[in-house]
Structures are given as C-alpha cells and as structure tokens.
C-alpha cells in the first residue's frame, strides 16, 4: 500500500526566500504525481502534475522534480511572497490500480512572513 | 462554470440524519472522484467513477455510505444514519481518462458537521 509523506508539517520564511518542499512515498510505481495548494476553508487547486516518465515539471516560479528510485518529490516555490502562504499537498496515483485514485500526503502548512 | 461544482457548500444535521452531497464535474470529464479531509485521517479516497465501468468503491468507510453518478455526469454521495465521526470535508474531483496526464481538478467541497 502506497504511503505518501510531506515533512515539514509545517514551515515560516521570510518573503522573498526561496520555498523547498518535500514528498517521500514508498512505492516507486507510481502513475503520475501531482502537487496541489489548498488556502484555508478551500478546495485543492492543482499547481503541477509530473508524469512518471518525467524527471520536473516548470510553471513560473513553481518547479517540481521527480525521483522514482529514492521516491521523493520536490517542489520549489523561487522568491516566496506572502499570497504563496497555504497548504502544499502532493499525491500520487498508481500504476497498478485502476483508475487513478490519489494517495495524498498530510500537507505541508507555509507561511511567508512579509 | 468551468470547474467543478459542489452543493451544498456547509451542511450541519443531527446524528442519525441521512444526508446528500453533490457533485457536478467538469463538462466531458470521463473520470469523478469522491475524497474526505478529516483532521485526523488527512486526505483519503472513497469512491471513483469511469464511464460506465462498475464503480471503485475501495475507500468507503463503511456500508452507510453510497454514492451514485447519473447520465454519466453529475454524482450524489450519500450518507445513511449519520455519526458524528462522518464529520469531514467531502471533495469530488473530475479528470479525463484518455490521454496520460489524466490531472485532476477539485471542487471545493461541503463542510459537513455532524451534531
């Protein structure tokens, strides 16, 4: 059974630092991985989805980075600002379920002190 | 709208109520998924739907819950003789199932609390 773990559990830097944050799951056959963002009282808002066949995915100030073999992602929020403050949840869906139902980790809670 | 739809947004009811949530996925999404966020549990799968494939009902707690989808579009998650521990945000989700991203877009769920 896929088990997925974000630590921190929580994380304050100051507006401008750059974010680094991390995903460890002990299944490597995974079908694709998928970073999400959830402010408070909120749904999920996706930010980045890497396919396993993919070593990183890029979307502006957003990079996330895949590792199949030691199974760990990172996600990288460069010059943090305090709208990046909220919840960083990543998930990932396997390749021998059907479907692709997510196992998610328990999120890593951000502020970015201005 | 373009993203997915969830109603009602809180809903409160008495312990032993059933109650029903719903959800409207996005248009053309083959794909609909039902997940709880509780505190203690954190973010866990329920149910999943695919076309007209036999549901993936792997992640129900229990038998009082039950969930349909209609016409292959909007679904209703159903909770029968509600306890206090069914309190939680229910989140339903849609992708598609061709291709290989299969990314999934989430509403933003019903605040469920059960007294």
């Known amino acids: 059974k896929q088990e997925v773990t974000q630590i921190p559990a929580a994380l304050s830097v100051p507006e401008g630092e750059n974010l680094v944050l991390n995903c460890s799951f002990t299944?490597?056959?995974?079908?694709?991985l998928q970073w999400f963002r959830q402010d408070p009282g909120k749904g999920l808002t996706s930010l980045l989805l890497?396919?396993?066949?993919?070593r990183e995915q890029t979307s502006g100030r957003l990079n996330a980075s895949l590792d199949k073999s030691s199974g760990r992602s990172t996600l990288y929020i460069a010059a943090s600002q305090p709208g990046d403050s909220a919840t960083y949840l990543c998930?990932?869906?396997?390749?021998?379920?059907?479907?692709?139902?997510?196992?998610f980790g328990g999120g890593t809670r951000v502020l970015v002190k201005p | 709208g373009a993203g997915v739809s969830q109603s009602p947004s809180n809903k409160v009811t008495e312990k032993g109520k059933d109650v029903e949530l719903r959800c409207d996925p996005i248009s053309g999404h083959t794909a609909l998924y039902w997940y709880r966020q509780s505190l203690g549990q954190g973010l866990e799968f329920l149910i999943y739907f695919q076309g007209n494939s036999a549901p993936d009902k792997s992640g129900l707690p229990s038998d009082r819950f039950s969930a349909e989808r209609t016409g292959g579009s909007v679904s209703t998650l159903t909770i029968q003789r509600t306890q206090q521990e069914d309190s939680a945000v229910y989140l339903c989700a849609s992708s598609w199932t061709s291709g290989s991203r299969r990314e999934q877009f989430f509403g933003p769920g019903t605040r469920l609390t059960v007294l």
């Open positions: 299944d490597s056959a995974i079908y694709n």
């Open positions: 998930a990932s869906s396997m390749i021998k379920a059907a479907g692709n139902k997510l196992t």
């Open positions: 890497i396919q396993s066949s993919q």
